[in-house]
């Protein structure tokens, strides 16, 4: 049986991608070696390493003025990585409250500093994104910190705040790549590889230069954006094979149209469901209409009891990983880039049965 | 041509555990996906976690009063992770200085809290290990610092300090699972992958249970060995793939004999490597006899000129990565576990041609 992995991440990668891995596995080109055996200081790797900054920077027009870099430990090292390297004149910043992540991020910035909260969706279970006033920025601070894309809530941003001049940082690990930005918009972009890159365990981050290496004199090398800047993300051994699999998803990407190809085919891929549960009588979208995420689309039938149900007989469906959050309940289908429109037609297929039995 | 890949790390891994991870590359078992693609709170990758943790303990005979943790970053991570966790009571630690690696150490544990030398093999270009005495660590500490394989300079311990009971913290990136180790003689014991393990981007860390969850407070949780502990390594989500590839290595390893047989087999390449050596009068091998690494074995003609041309012709008999670190120079022949004999013999063979052409 083929299976839809509407997992909210890792997540499915393009099946080409996995093909051409398939076949480079044992040996890379003439290298006569595995992309994994290969000396991070080698030509061959330094060839995949660079190509897969270059192609990043294509596919979202990164300008000059801005540093691509490659870093381990997730979105969640970045919830302190942020705080360390830019907390660093008024040793505070905003920090929008719109889900889990929006929270954790939050909750390792206060240990290294002053936190304020301009706004929070908390009053209705994260299911919309607080409007944003620029009169909501007027202390000193540091940056504004967002969450683009909510992947529990099913919520995204769809226009940025007007901060008065303070740096947008956005965690954008669930959207990245999935719509056009405009990147001189942000301060800094982050996004753990997991959902729209590659596998699990490459971070990437797009930071604008002159906020790079203002790290305090004792911060560890690890934790400062700075050695990375300066080694090209090679101050130590960088995790090799995760960023040769991210670079051929970006070459990917490229050969099929780049973001605008996609962001066209994951509107659809959205509107399609959107539009079913909108039409139906059983399901629930839960975010408000306006604040819709195109990446994860959460629902309910209002039953916990069905829902359970729905999540296990989805499975003989080929639907697999399409129950909430552990937090929230009910279901999720994210449909990164890589997840096909059959993966949504063979869901609204199954979603159909499921409501003419229920 | 086949290639013998001599790289210092990341290395070549087992031919059968690159085979396996092609054949189940787009799909494993029954999932209808890559493990790439797998949600780590997913049955399935749950199950490889476990597994590679369980083959790891049956390997090292780890005692159930350790901890074992998958994290990323590292060794150079662990540069700062032990002070910040470790340098608890006491605030300052030993570190014993025998190359690059154990100054960088240093550095990091320097900007966190005190750091006492008892000894240091820099005097002759650390070219070996100097003598540990229990007198050395009379002062109140938190732990005791080694480097147990230098990986540049091709020199390792081959007996523990007496620390006079002071935990033992150990950098055993490049010859964990090279040899019997007593995990009861140390304090934490950590490792970048890349070498002996698996591919980059994955650190394993083996904890006395008393000494995680000794963080100070405000300390990030990403950086904090209490979390993970609490979480199996998977706070957020740990670098899946690279943890299914060094599961494999573990598996290849216990269906192979284990660390016993690994040991003899390494012993025995390296016997063949410097009994060679030390019969040529054109080669020179640059760590003292008693501390010689069976992992990474350093070599020179004493001709820089020589040194470099040895490195291009080997490459015609299909052996690369040989050139020595660019702090020294000379060359390096790093024969992980991962090597097999005939790379060794093909080496060789190499260096007789090209001392009978000299």
Redesign the interface.
């Known amino acids: ?3 839809y ?1 509407f ?7 393009p ?1 080409a991608v ?2 051409q ?2 076949r480079e ?2 040996f890379y080109g003439e ?4 992309v ?5 200081r ?1 030509a061959d790797y330094e060839e995949i390493h660079e190509k897969a900054k270059a192609d990043l920077r294509k596919l979202l027009s990164i300008p000059d003025n801005y540093h691509v870099l490659f870093i ?6 970045q ?2 990585m942020v705080p ?1 390297n830019l907390m660093t004149e008024h040793r505070r910043a905003y920090y929008v409250k719109t889900g889990e992540f929006a929270k954790k991020a939050l909750a ?1 910035a206060k ?2 500093g002053g936190v304020m909260v301009p706004a929070s969706s908390e009053d209705r279970a994260f299911a919309y994104i607080p409007e944003l006033k620029k009169e909501m920025f007027t202390e000193p601070a540091d940056y504004v910190h967002i969450t683009q894309n909510n992947t529990i809530y099913g919520t995204r941003y769809t226009k940025l705040p007007d901060t008065g001049g303070l740096p947008i940082v956005t965690d954008m690990s669930s959207n990245i790549l999935s719509e056009k930005i405009n990147v001189s918009d942000y301060g800094l972009i982050y996004a ?1 590889a ?1 959902k729209n890159i ?5 971070t990437v981050v797009i930071i604008r230069e002159d906020l790079a290496g203002k790290a305090p ?7 400062d954006y700075g050695v990375y800047v300066k080694n090209d993300s090679m ?8 960023i040769y ?1 991210s670079g051929l998803v970006f070459s990917h990407l490229l050969k099929n149209g780049g973001i605008e190809a996609m962001q066209a085919y994951n509107e659809k891929k959205a509107a399609l469901l959107y539009d079913y549960l909108d039409s139906s009588s059983l399901y629930k979208a839960t975010a408000d209409k306006k604040d819709r995420s195109i990446m994860n689309i959460t629902f309910v039938t209002g039953d916990a009891a069905l829902d359970k149900r729905f999540v296990a007989e989805a499975k003989t469906y ?1 639907i ?2 399409i129950k909430g959050h552990r937090s929230v309940g009910g279901m999720r289908a994210s449909i990164y880039n890589a997840m096909p429109v059959e993966g949504i037609k063979k869901l609204i297929e199954f979603m159909k049965d499921f409501e003419r039995k229920a």
């Open positions: 049986m083929k299976i992995n997992s909210a991440g890792p997540a499915c990668l099946k996995l093909r891995a398939r596995l044992m290298s006569g070696m595995s994994m055996e290969m000396s991070h080698s381990q430990g997730g979105a969640s090292m919830f302190s360390v390792e240990k290294l753990g997991q590659g596998p699990a365990g490459v004199e004792n911060t560890p090398s690890m934790l101050y130590n051994t960088p995790p090799t094979y995760g699999i080929g697999v990983n």
